[in-house]
Each structure stands twice: as structure tokens, then as C-alpha cells.
T-cell receptor, first 113, second 114 residues
Framework: GENVEQHPSTLSVQEGDSAVIKCTYSDSASNYFPWYKQELGKRPQLIIDIRSNVGEKKDQRIAVTLNKTAKHFSLHITETQPEDSAVYFCAATSNSGYSTLTFGKGTMLLVSP | SAVISQKPSRDICQRGTSLTIQCQVDSQVTMMFWYRQQPGQSLTLIATANQGSEATYESGFVIDKFPISRPNLTFSTLTVSNMSPEDSSIYLC???????????FGDGTRLSIL
């Protein structure tokens, strides 16, 4: 089955800095890669996703890049703000959300003012 | 997007008892899933709730411990049976509205077993 590795497990940055979280996956058939943000005590919320036919996707301060050859994808957050502090999970699936998602272990991002 | 309601939001239960968690969506969805999130951990898929048929369980999860129902396209239940302290977790349902759509999560049920 699919295996998703996520690094780092914790990331501390100063407000205004950029943050990068990296994930690797094992199943070459995986074709859909969502990222979820989970604030303390809240539900995981989808913040951005990318499909395997696209190399990069941006949404304001958030971007995701995908390297299918290397089987890794990354989340980039620019101009970080304290409200970006949360746990971020990457995931992978082979059927655009229809099939089961395999999650990484999560990255706790702390943005200090 | 769909509004997902989970009940109860939290509960404290005695070991050996069972608890049924409900997941209600305000519109028909194609897929419903149940996840477990242990304290400080990632999300682990328990099963896919299949409408009108038995759920599809992931490795390590069995129907006797986690019976699931999905009688229609908007509702599902997860029962945690014969609970022990190791079952203390957050249980989340997620849904997929339609083809090529992402999964969205409910608020979860925080379960503590004494």
C-alpha cells in the first residue's frame, strides 16, 4: 500500500519568513495530493491540493509543488503569519479523493510574532 | 461545500461499554469515511462506509469492534464497541461530494474511556 513520509515534524519560523514542508510517497500510481491544516481542537481543513498532471499550484501565500519522478511534493507558505500556526498534514491517493487517503504524520508549524 | 455534523462532539465512557457516533451531511455525498486520530497523531482510516452494504475496513480494524452503518447517501454511524482506554481518540467522519472532489471532515468526536 501507499506510504507517505513527511518532514519536518516541527518547524518554527519568524513572522514574515517562508515555511516549507516536504512529503514523499511510495506508490507511483498516486495522482492526487491534498494538504490539510488542523488548528488545535479543530477539524482538518483542506488548504490546497494538486493533481499529478500539474507541477505547481498557487493560492495567494500558499503553493504546492509536485515532482512525480522523485515522488515528492512540498507545501510552501510565504510571508507567514501567527495564524498560520497549526499542524499540517499531507496526503496521497490514487483516485482523486474517491479512494482512501494515506496521511503523513504531520508537521507542527509555529510562527512567532 | 457540504455541511457535516457529528454527534456527540465529545463523551466520557466507562470501559466495556459501547458508543455510537453519528455523521449527518446536509446533501447527498458519494463517499463517507471514518478516521481515528489518537492524541498528537495523524489520521488513520478505519473504514469506508458503503451505502446499503458492509463497510470496507482497513488493516487492523474489524467489524466486531467498529460496526458501521450507512443507510443512505447523507448519514452514517460508527460504533466503538467494548471500549478500553486504548480507544480514547478523536473519531472523524469525512465525505466526498462527487467525482474528483476532495475529502472534507466533520468536527470529530472526542472520546475518553475511563
Amino acid at each position: 500500500g501507499e506510504n507517505v513520509e513527511q518532514h519536518p515534524s516541527t518547524l518554527s519560523v519568524q513572522e514574515g519568513d517562508s515555511a516549507v514542508i516536504k512529503c514523499t510517497y511510495s506508490d507511483s500510481a498516486s495522482n492526487y495530493f491534498p494538504w490539510y491544516k488542523q488548528e488545535l481542537g479543530k477539524r482538518p481543513q483542506l488548504i490546497i491540493d494538486i493533481r499529478s498532471n500539474v507541477g505547481e499550484k498557487k493560492d495567494q501565500r500558499i503553493a504546492v509543488t509536485l515532482n512525480k519522478t522523485a515522488k515528492h511534493f512540498s507545501l510552501h507558505i510565504t510571508e507567514t503569519q501567527p495564524e498560520d500556526s497549526a499542524v499540517y498534514f499531507c496526503a496521497a491517493t490514487s483516485n482523486s479523493g474517491y479512494s482512501t487517503l494515506t496521511f503523513g504524520k504531520g508537521t507542527m508549524l509555529l510562527v512567532s510574532p | 461545500s457540504a455541511v457535516i455534523s457529528q454527534k456527540p462532539s465529545r463523551d466520557i465512557c466507562q470501559r466495556g461499554t459501547s458508543l455510537t457516533i453519528q455523521c449527518q451531511v446536509d446533501s447527498q455525498v458519494t463517499m463517507m469515511f471514518w478516521y481515528r486520530q489518537q492524541p498528537g497523531q495523524s489520521l488513520t482510516l478505519i473504514a469506508t462506509a458503503n451505502q446499503g452494504s458492509e463497510a470496507t475496513y482497513e488493516s487492523g480494524f474489524v467489524i466486531d469492534k467498529f460496526p458501521i452503518s450507512r443507510p443512505n447517501l447523507t448519514f452514517s454511524t460508527l460504533t466503538v464497541s467494548n471500549m478500553s482506554p486504548e480507544d480514547s481518540s478523536i473519531y472523524l467522519c469525512s465525505v466526498v461530494v462527487g467525482q474528483h472532489q476532495p475529502q472534507h471532515f466533520g468536527d470529530g468526536t472526542r472520546l475518553s474511556i475511563l
